[in-house]
């Protein structure tokens, strides 16, 4: 079975940046794409990034140019750099195999001064 872990959520001061690690068991991450998901309170969850198991990445247009996805294949993990971070990227951050419901139990990120 395969299961993605988050870890990595804080509290950080406006312009901040933090590191969200998910770490996936049971497949290795070359065969698969990997998506992170956020949900602010009261709000839909929404595509934040993307990235295949061949390293193309895919970005919501309100995170082009501050978060950046990426992998490393010999920890099986999936990244996001977050930088210049905003009260409204306050949320939880959900990881999720692609096409599946395999889905992390979240990791809470509080953007606030």
């Known amino acids: 079975q395969v299961q993605p872990v988050e870890s990595g959520g804080g509290l950080v001061q406006p312009g901040g940046s933090l590191t969200l690690s998910c770490a996936v068991s049971?497949?290795?991450?070359?065969?698969?794409?990997v998506d992170w998901y956020r949900q602010a309170p009261g709000k839909q969850r929404e595509l934040v990034a993307g990235?295949?198991?061949?390293?193309?990445?895919n970005y919501a247009d309100f995170v082009k140019g501050r978060f950046t996805i990426s992998t490393d294949n010999a920890k099986n993990t999936v990244y996001l750099q977050l930088n210049s971070l905003k009260p409204d990227d306050t949320a939880v951050y959900y990881c999720n195999i692609r096409q599946s419901n395999y889905w992390g139990q979240g990791t809470q990120v509080t953007v606030s001064s």
């Open positions: 049971g497949r290795f991450l070359r065969f698969l794409a």
């Open positions: 990235i295949s198991g061949g390293g193309n990445t």
